[in-house]
C-alpha cells in the first residue's frame, strides 16, 4: 500500500484529536473530487512497517493525548488496500488501548466483499458512499454530500 499524507495530530477528520492517514488508491472517480492526486495506487508513498509501528506509538503517546485513528485517502477499502489497512487496525484495536478509528470509503456498507468487512469490523465510525457533487453541502458534518451516511458502529 501506499500513502500521500500522515498527520501525526489533526483536529479536522473526525472528532477530537487525532492522527489522520490518506492512503493512495481509489477506483470510485467522483466527479468534483478534490483528492485526484490520490486515485493512483502508485501514488505517495510507500506504507512500509516504520510508518505502521510510528502510527501505533502516536496513538500510544501520553504527551499529545489522540483520541483515535482516521483513515482516508483515495480509499483504504480499495480491494489493494485491504490487507495492509486489516493489519494496521487490528495492531490499532489490540495495542492502542481505548482508542477509535473512523474510516472513509467510496463504497457504501452494502456494497463491501466479505474481505472488506472484516476491515470494518474493527472500525467504529464509517463515512460512506461516493462524493456527489449534485449533493454537496458544505455545511454537513465529516461528509460532503447528502447521500453519504455516518455509521456509528459501536457506541463509544
Ligand atoms: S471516493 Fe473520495 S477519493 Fe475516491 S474519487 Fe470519490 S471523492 Fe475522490
Not at 481509489?26 to 478534490?34: D, I, K, L, S, V
Not at 494496521?88 to 472513509?104: A, H, N, P, T, Y
Amino acid at each position: 500500500m501506499n500513502f500521500h499524507q500522515y498527520y501525526p495530530v489533526d483536529v479536522v477528520n473526525g472528532e477530537g484529536t487525532r492522527c489522520t492517514l490518506f492512503v493512495a488508491g481509489c477506483e470510485h472517480q467522483c466527479r468534483g473530487c478534490y483528492n485526484q492526486s490520490t486515485w493512483s495506487l502508485n501514488s505517495g508513498s510507500v506504507f512500509d512497517q516504520s510508518m505502521e509501528d510510528k502510527i501505533i506509538a502516536d496513538l500510544n503517546d501520553t504527551r499529545i493525548k489522540r483520541r483515535g485513528l482516521s483513515l482516508s485517502g483515495g480509499d483504504p477499502l480499495h480491494p489493494a488496500n485491504v490487507a495492509a489497512v486489516l493489519k494496521l487496525v487490528q495492531r490499532v484495536k489490540s495495542e492502542c488501548d481505548g482508542k477509535d478509528i473512523w474510516l472513509w470509503t467510496g463504497y457504501t456498507l452494502e456494497q463491501l466483499t466479505e474481505a472488506q468487512r472484516e476491515v470494518i469490523d474493527h472500525v467504529d465510525v464509517v463515512v460512506d458512499g461516493k462524493y456527489e457533487k449534485e449533493l454537496a453541502d458544505p455545511s454537513l458534518p465529516w461528509r460532503g454530500s447528502s447521500n453519504q451516511v455516518v455509521h456509528r458502529l459501536t457506541s463509544r
